[in-house]
């Protein structure tokens, strides 16, 4: 029989994908040994497996970060990407920067037709391309090895050619002083040019961003024609979207 303890285990495995020895009895509270007797009968039945000092759930070591950002808060980044893709028309196009809530946007646009893509996310582009006639053109520049996804100088440039009826970014941060931020200078650089090329402007983030503040800032409410979530802002968040006609669209719950 597994132990509470045993499923607290497998609850921050599946969130987190790998984790050290010493970092769950810390977190556990519970002596290093404690644990190594806890991980055994997990070891044994196949559920985890252990890797130098740490140990994984199967099937997921080895995982690229992304993949493991798409599985946290997915229900409700996939019914963020089922609203936004309904304001989405058979035939329109459709920029869409790298992120996790932007790859579930992609999937909930399998069933439309005839679209035009522009992204440097090698995931939208695997998607989107080669379906329903669409069109996919995908950013060029060196791939980052944990997202697939191209940045830099000649991704930014590439772009820039572009535009397209709705240009729709992810976000690091969302601060009701500052707008939407980032935590990397080049991922803030793509989506701000992202903005600036189409003529509908989407932020499409779940409600853990709001009330950060990252690194880098990304665009003022000013620029954004439309913020899509999955839950209500706060009051002053509600404020200063209302003071810049910024459209905010709080998905539908199921």
Do not use: C, W
């Not at 459709?94 to 679209?115: I, K, N, P, Y």
């Amino acid at each position: 029989m597994l132990s509470k303890r045993h499923a607290e285990i497998l609850r921050m495995l599946a969130d987190e994908g790998t984790v050290t020895i010493s970092e769950l009895a810390a977190r556990l509270g519970v002596s290093l040994e404690t644990v190594r007797r806890d991980v055994r009968p997990l070891t044994e039945n196949g559920s985890v497996l252990k890797i130098h000092g740490a140990v994984g759930l199967a099937g997921q070591v080895g995982e690229a970060p992304f993949q493991r950002r798409m599985r946290e808060n997915a229900d409700a980044k996939r019914r963020i990407a089922r609203d936004m893709a309904r304001l989405i028309h058979d035939g329109e196009s459709v920029m869409l920067d790298t992120g996790t809530t932007t790859s579930f946007v992609a999937r909930e646009l399998l069933g439309h037709r005839r679209l035009t893509v522009v992204t440097n996310s090698s995931d939208i582009a695997r998607t989107l391309a080669t379906v329903n006639g669409n069109k996919v053109y995908m950013a060029g520049g060196e791939l980052r090895s944990d997202s697939g996804a191209a940045f830099g100088v000649s991704a930014i440039e590439f772009i820039a050619k572009f535009s397209v009826t709705h240009a729709i970014i992810s976000a690091g941060a969302i601060d009701a002083v500052s707008g939407v931020m980032d935590f990397d200078l080049e991922e803030a650089e793509f989506a701000r040019m992202m903005l600036s090329r189409g003529e509908k402007t989407y932020v499409v983030t779940d409600h853990t961003k709001f009330g950060r503040r990252g690194l880098v800032l990304v665009a003022g409410f000013d620029a954004i024609g439309h913020l899509v979530t999955d839950e209500p802002v706060t009051d002053d968040l509600a404020e200063v979207l209302d003071a810049y006609q910024t459209r905010l669209i709080v998905a539908a719950s199921g």
